[in-house]
């Protein structure tokens, strides 16, 4: 089954909310990569990195923060290939697996990333990032019940977690139960100082249970008349193919 690209980025937007696994113990230039990251500056961190890496090509570190600038850039495919150089020399490097599953995530490759996510989970069964992000995959492959037992899990040893409320909420939504995916988001999606992906999220259970007119609020909320109107398309869109 086709996905629609909005709820895809919905999903990727909601398990981002841990953020990536980052590399232990960085040593100081990689403190300045990280700052630079941090602040959107990924050219920066490029230049750190490649100061690094001309004296120590294996540093795991240094390429998995090249590959995040990478990503930054909208450079994916530099990117995959800086992950796959830190997973030759450390084939369990957390921020490596998770970063190179979310871009496979990102190209809907849905079973690659799913392959990353369970290969960080042998080893830390209970990482919530790599938890949430193979309950996206799993979600993204149309296996609903797999993925919304995932996020429940995470929900049983962590109730507030965010991350795991929302794609739960997504995945009820694109599994035929808006109405519930409706219940569990209006409180977060209605308060004043909720976010615009919250608001969206909410707006996409809304559509999918049949309430385009409030959706459509909710949305121009944050959005241009033009790209409301796109998201509505795309809901209904996914409404067909849920139905």
């Given at each position: 089954?086709?996905?629609?690209?909005?709820?895809?980025?919905?999903l990727?937007?909601?398990?981002s909310?841990?953020?990536?696994?980052?590399?232990?113990?960085?040593e100081?230039?990689?403190?300045?990569?990280d700052?630079?990251?941090?602040?959107g500056?990924?050219?920066?961190?490029?230049?750190?990195t490649?100061?690094?890496?001309?004296?120590?090509?294996?540093?795991?570190?240094?390429?998995v923060?090249?590959?995040?600038?990478?990503?930054?850039?909208?450079?994916?495919?530099a990117?995959?290939?800086?992950?796959?150089?830190?997973?030759?020399?450390?084939?369990?490097?957390?921020?490596?697996?998770?970063?190179?599953g979310?871009?496979?995530?990102?190209?809907?490759?849905?079973?690659?990333?799913?392959?990353s996510?369970?290969?960080?989970?042998?080893?830390?069964?209970?990482?919530?990032?790599?938890?949430?992000?193979?309950?996206?995959?799993?979600?993204?492959q149309g296996?609903h019940?797999?993925?919304?037992?995932?996020?429940?899990k995470i929900?049983?040893?962590?109730?507030?977690?965010q991350?795991?409320s929302v794609?739960?909420?997504?995945?009820?939504?694109l599994s035929?139960?808006a109405?519930?995916s409706?219940?569990?988001?209006?409180?977060?999606?209605?308060?004043?100082?909720?976010?615009?992906?919250?608001?969206?999220?909410?707006?996409?259970?809304?559509?999918?249970?049949?309430?385009?007119?409030?959706?459509?609020?909710?949305?121009?909320?944050?959005?241009s008349?033009?790209?409301?109107?796109?998201?509505?398309?795309?809901?209904?869109?996914?409404?067909?193919?849920?139905?």
């Amino acid at each position: 089954m086709n996905r629609n690209l909005w709820f895809v980025t919905l999903l990727l937007a909601s398990c981002s909310a841990h953020g990536p696994t980052s590399p232990q113990g960085a040593e100081p230039g990689l403190n300045v990569a990280d700052a630079a990251l941090q602040g959107g500056v990924p050219q920066t961190a490029l230049s750190v990195t490649a100061s690094i890496l001309r004296s120590h090509p294996d540093d795991v570190g240094a390429l998995v923060r090249e590959a995040t600038a990478l990503a930054q850039l909208n450079q994916p495919g530099a990117a995959m290939d800086s992950y796959r150089r830190a997973l030759a020399v450390d084939p369990a490097s957390p921020a490596a697996l998770i970063g190179l599953g979310r871009l496979d995530l990102a190209r809907g490759k849905a079973a690659e990333a799913e392959h990353s996510f369970t290969s960080r989970l042998t080893k830390e069964p209970e990482d919530k990032t790599a938890l949430n992000d193979l309950g996206v995959a799993l979600d993204l492959q149309g296996r609903h019940t797999e993925a919304q037992a995932i996020y429940r899990k995470i929900l049983d040893f962590s109730p507030d977690d965010q991350a795991a409320s929302v794609n739960l909420a997504l995945s009820l939504s694109l599994s035929g139960q808006a109405g519930q995916s409706v219940a569990m988001l209006r409180g977060p999606g209605s308060r004043p100082d909720a976010s615009p992906r919250v608001r969206q999220d909410l707006a996409m259970a809304l559509a999918l249970s049949g309430n385009q007119r409030e959706a459509e609020k909710l949305l121009l909320t944050d959005l241009s008349p033009s790209d409301a109107a796109a998201a509505l398309k795309g809901y209904q869109a996914l409404d067909a193919t849920i139905k």
